[in-house]
């Protein structure tokens, strides 16, 4: 069983920048897969990025490529997205997930666990 809580939501304006992070429960957490998904108010969950378990496969959404960047530290358990150059759509829930297929995955019924969410408002 592993435990996800993530945190550094909030409101910031259009262009500002935000750092979510995911700590995890589990002490193998090195063994998981990581990604982040968002959703937003009436629309499905939607893939944002995602991470290998060492960090060395990356994988990320079309909308956000260049502008975010997720990364991990095994030793803290613990796995981060840097989200830069915000806009007004990325506004959503964002949820950490952990999956036990070895590489990146985007499909959101591949991973195992989930946290709650955190919400990151971006103001025109």
């Known amino acids: 069983q592993v435990q996800l809580v993530e945190s550094g939501g909030g409101l910031v304006q259009a262009g500002g920048s935000l750092r979510l992070s995911c700590s995890a429960s589990?002490?193998?957490?090195?063994?998981?897969?990581m990604g982040w998904f968002r959703q937003a108010p009436g629309k499905e969950r939607e893939f944002v990025a995602s991470?290998?378990?060492?960090?060395?496969?990356?994988l990320y959404a079309s909308s956000v490529k260049g502008r975010f960047i997720i990364s991990r530290d095994n030793a803290k358990n613990t796995v981060y997205l840097q989200m830069n150059n915000l806009k007004p759509e990325d506004t959503a829930v964002y949820y950490c997930?952990?999956?036990?297929?070895?590489?990146?995955?985007?499909?959101?019924?591949?991973?195992?666990?989930w946290g709650r969410g955190t919400q990151v408002t971006v103001s025109s």
């Open positions: 997930a952990a999956t036990s297929f070895t590489t990146v995955q985007s499909q959101p019924m591949r991973y195992d666990y």
């Open positions: 991470i290998s378990r060492d960090g060395s496969n990356i």
């Open positions: 589990a002490r193998t957490f090195s063994y998981y897969a």
